[in-house]
């Protein structure tokens, strides 16, 4: 079945120590989503790639960093994690023709805690 | 640029029927209706462009009305499976789309048997 695929599911990275997030879809989607959500809060949007156009949100802070090698990789690097970056990564995909919006599929998230 | 849901919470017993707005202080292009249960990822139920339509999905329907920047969903006669957090999203834009949208803060709603 065509779907998103986040690895790993959980992970545990120390304060300050370099983590990346992994996300791959089957969909041949031309856009994909970073979001992060942390506890009964709204999905928030960290960043966009349409197509190989990178889009970042302004309050996004630098410390979140994304790489899309191919459409069906994108990846996203923590530098430096501090103890407020522990949240659900959730990654999205959406097949947008420009005309017309169409529905984001989510991958089931990674769960981050910083310790 | 984040829309306003409201109410923040409902609980329901299950047959009961509900309302979820969305409204927005910019132009819409598009509002979008998701709803995600615990640990889980939000799922898809349904997008709305500009121009008033009105969309339907077995027993949930939604409006947009495009003048007052404003969305609701309507769920009738709810099943112990409606439960979950329901966020719209909106994506700003009058003649051009944004591509992208910006969730509200969700509504809870809870069914009881």
């Known amino acids: 079945d065509a779907m998103v695929i986040q690895n790993p599911r959980y992970q545990v990275t120390q304060f300050g120590k370099p983590v990346t997030l992994s996300c791959s879809q089957t969909?041949?989607?031309?856009?994909m989503y970073w979001y992060q959500q942390k506890s009964s809060q709204a999905p928030k949007l960290l960043f966009h790639y349409y197509d190989k156009d990178f889009n970042n949100e302004a309050d996004t802070p630098d410390n979140f960093q994304s790489r899309r090698p191919n459409t069906s990789f994108c990846f996203l690097d923590i530098r430096s994690p501090g103890l407020g970056d522990a949240a659900m990564y959730l990654c999205?995909?959406?097949?947008?023709?420009?005309?017309?919006?169409?529905?984001?599929?989510f991958g089931p998230g990674t769960r981050l805690t910083v310790t | 640029q984040q829309p306003v849901q409201s109410p923040q919470a409902v609980i329901l017993r299950e047959g009961e029927d509900a309302v979820i707005n969305c409204s927005s202080s910019?132009?819409?292009?598009?509002v979008h209706w998701y709803r995600q249960k615990h640990g889980e990822a939000p799922v898809f139920l349904m997008i709305?462009?500009?121009?008033?339509e009105q969309k339907g999905h077995e027993k949930i329907s939604a409006s947009f009305n495009e003048k007052k920047q404003q969305s609701s969903l309507y769920l009738t006669a709810s099943q112990l499976s409606y439960s979950g957090t329901y966020f719209c999203?909106?994506?700003?834009?009058?003649?051009?789309?944004?591509?992208?949208?910006?969730f509200g803060k969700g509504t809870r709603l809870h069914i009881l048997p």
């Open positions: 969909l041949n989607h031309n856009v």
């Open positions: 709305l462009l500009k121009g008033g």
């Open positions: 999203g909106t994506e700003i834009g009058s003649e051009n789309r944004d591509d992208k949208i910006i």
């Open positions: 999205a995909t959406s097949r947008d023709s420009g005309r017309l919006p169409y529905e984001q599929y």
């Open positions: 910019k132009a819409l292009y598009s």
